[in-house]
């Protein structure tokens, strides 16, 4: 599959965002052609491709239709008719991540159930069919709800503290989970190709912005001790085998204070987690995604220095055509690597961008990442 160079290769990608986007940049260096689906006809795709439709990636006949006449396809986003997939699987289409891993994890349900079953390490759960349930759960409060599918950047997540926030908890089908008292939020990205070649990512750190819940800041690669990231690596490992995915998996976890490791969930593409690969490490995820559907060699995912990511989001405040402040005095400083997506509008927290920093010195890397949140702004 896709060996032969010549540019013949029709990839479709069903989502046009920025992972989209980021995937094409490097999808020029194979000559592969790409379609892209996406239901916005400003998506950040849309200028970049070879073939670019605007669509549901929910509806069956869309997605079908998009991918019939395509050699394989990938996703960029989870939520996207998995029958659709499975059908044009069943026909010839190659579809990377397989659509029952998509399926797998479009449902955080699904998702805990499978950790259980393959003694993945995670935190205490229970299903839940609907608000009334909660009334009788095993789990005491305080819990976290999140919906079975259909959220993103925290939104489908609930906290409930307390006898009163559970009048306003989530009616459709939902798990509950015991509230994790960690000390870091990690991720390990894990590639794997249809040889059977497993290669992760160095494990990284993460910080949330609670307003938001997206990534604000992260720092690669991790400085935790040897032992906490192997633990971090080999479960990554093991659950792509157990998958046996094929592409990108990215795998979100919880470090306990007593340096214990809990994954919280799946994502079967690029990943938030990986963007600093860019810069920052020999082989992007961005590539290697590719090498692994194409099942090519995958890339060395060493460090090359420490790379602080930090999302651009739109300023609070400010809703409309986007203007950016700052750009040239933070390209003025070293090691600073931006990237906007091309988004034509913002709206409070939305992700824009994103901006790399890399430094040989782990805390001037931090700093300058530090002063670059500081200067770079999203208003309207
Ligand atoms: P999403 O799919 O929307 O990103 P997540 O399951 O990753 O949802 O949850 C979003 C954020 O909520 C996490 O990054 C974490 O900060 C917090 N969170 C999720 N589950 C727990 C938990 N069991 N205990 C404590 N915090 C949690």
């Known amino acids: 599959m896709a060996k032969d160079f010549y540019g013949e290769l029709q990839l479709g990608i069903l989502g046009g965002g920025q992972l989209g986007r980021m995937v094409i940049q490097e999808a020029i260096n194979y000559n592969v052609n790409v379609h892209i689906l996406d239901p916005d006809k400003n998506a950040p795709c849309r200028k970049l491709c070879n073939h670019f439709e605007c669509g549901s990636l929910s509806d069956y006949d869309t997605v079908y239709n998009f991918g019939k006449n395509?050699?394989?396809?990938?996703?960029?986003?989870?939520?996207?008719?998995?029958?659709?997939?499975?059908?044009?699987?069943?026909?010839g289409v190659v579809v990377y991540p397989q659509s029952r891993i998509i399926r797998l994890i479009q449902d955080k349900g699904m998702q805990?159930?499978?950790?259980?079953?393959?003694?993945?390490?995670?935190?205490?759960?229970?299903?839940?069919?609907?608000?009334?349930?909660?009334?009788?759960?095993?789990?005491?409060?305080?819990?976290?709800?999140?919906?079975?599918?259909?959220?993103?950047?925290?939104?489908?997540?609930?906290?409930?503290?307390?006898?009163?926030d559970l009048l306003t908890a989530f009616e459709e089908p939902s798990i509950i989970e015991e509230i994790v008292e960690f000390e870091k939020e990690i991720a390990v990205i894990v590639a794997r190709n249809d040889n059977g070649q497993i290669v992760t990512f160095p494990m990284v750190e993460m910080e949330f912005n609670s307003q938001a819940n997206l990534v604000e800041f992260l720092?690669?690669?991790?400085?935790?001790?040897?032992?906490?990231?192997?633990?971090?690596?080999?479960?990554?490992?093991?659950?792509?085998?157990?998958?046996?995915?094929?592409?990108?998996?990215?795998?979100?976890?919880?470090?306990?204070?007593?340096?214990?490791?809990?994954?919280?969930?799946?994502?079967?593409?690029?990943?938030?987690?990986?963007?600093?690969?860019?810069?920052?490490?020999?082989?992007?995820?961005?590539?290697?995604?590719?090498?692994?559907?194409?099942?090519?060699?995958?890339?060395?995912?060493?460090?090359?220095n420490t790379a602080v990511m930090?999302?651009?989001?739109?300023?609070?405040?400010y809703e409309g055509l986007a203007k950016y402040e700052g750009v040239e005095d933070i390209l003025a400083m070293d090691g600073v690597y931006v990237h906007l997506y091309g988004k034509k509008y913002t709206k409070p927290f939305r992700k824009?961008?994103?901006?790399?920093?890399?430094?040989?010195?782990r805390e001037l890397a931090i700093s300058n990442a530090r002063k670059v949140q500081k200067i770079l702004k999203v208003k309207a």
């Open 310 to 317: 930090i999302n651009v989001l739109g300023e609070e405040g």
């Open 70 to 91: 395509l050699d394989m396809i990938t996703i960029e986003i989870e939520k996207v008719n998995v029958d659709a997939l499975e059908a044009l699987e069943n026909e």
């Open 219 to 304: 720092i690669s690669p991790s400085t935790y001790s040897e032992e906490i990231q192997t633990k971090a690596k080999e479960l990554a490992i093991k659950i792509a085998d157990n998958l046996q995915i094929v592409g990108l998996l990215a795998v979100e976890m919880f470090l306990t204070k007593d340096g214990e490791i809990l994954v919280n969930e799946l994502a079967p593409r690029p990943h938030n987690s990986g963007h600093q690969t860019i810069e920052g490490n020999y082989t992007s995820q961005f590539a290697q995604h590719l090498r692994a559907i194409f099942n090519l060699p995958l890339g060395n995912t060493d460090t090359i």
């Open 352 to 361: 824009m961008g994103h901006v790399c920093i890399v430094n040989a010195d």
């Open 112 to 164: 805990k159930q499978f950790f259980k079953q393959n003694d993945i390490p995670t935190s205490a759960f229970q299903l839940i069919s609907n608000k009334e349930a909660l009334t009788s759960a095993n789990i005491p409060l305080p819990y976290v709800q999140k919906l079975r599918k259909d959220g993103y950047d925290g939104k489908g997540v609930k906290m409930i503290r307390t006898q009163e």
